[in-house]
């Protein structure tokens, strides 16, 4: 048996959070319970911010009550502040994330914040997320591109990633925002946070505009990274990323660790059967 890699599922929130049609809370709710039966340990759901600013996650309170839970599988959501960690507890879910920019053109385009400011609106947070012992995880966006500031210095995801883990936050999922990365910078950048930031609390996050999220998967493979974020049907976008394709479409990347010898634990017809509801959704077929 190969090493083992676990997939994070992220095609309800990451993946349907920009599509233009508004999916219905009983669509999203059918994704969700698809994909409790493949096998992943964590499922990103939800995000609990404005519906004003991303208006696909409004509901997010009634997809958490809808779903049916799976014992082993921890549904998680996005939250900016205390307020969306509030809401997020009301609607029980199990873990939580926070989003911060390695950089500052992109932090005050996505959350009209410094990155400095952001890291400090997360304290209040971690806080009380410690107080109740939710788990949460921390995301770095433009780890190699930003589409205000352009290349983004190693160092500076360093830098945020590190915050990150000081202020409490289990894990780090570096996030290839644009699909910009090239195998060699996405090299240099793990490289860098490596020095600050120990392998085991890293995930990736690679979107697929280029058709090179496969190749950074093998970078940070070969870095140590054991833990990766994927869209079911590669569904997904940014809103303050324009022209980003989706995150690396789940089954091409449990496909790829077949390949390459790992061990994802996933169902694979479960899990293109999930795919199917993925892509009725977005055809507006469920």
Known sequence: MGESVEIVEMGPRDGLQNEARIISVAGKVALVDALSSVGFRRIEVASFVSPRWVPQMAGSGEVMAGIARVNGVRYGALVPNVRGFEAAMRANVDEVAVFASASEGFSRANINASI???LERFQPVMKMAKGLRVPVRGYVSCVTDCPYDGAVAPEAVA???SDLRDIGCFEVSLGDTLGRGLPERMDAMFAAVLERVEVEA?????????GRALENVAVALGRGVRVFDASVAGLGSCPYAPGAAGNVATEGLAAFLETAGFEHSLDMERLRAAADVARGLREGVV
Do not use: K, M, N
Not at 202 to 210: E, I, Q, V
């Open 202 to 210: 890293l995930a990736g996050h690679f979107h697929d505009s280029f």
């Open 159 to 161: 830098a945020v990633a």
């Open 116 to 118: 400095a400011e952001s």
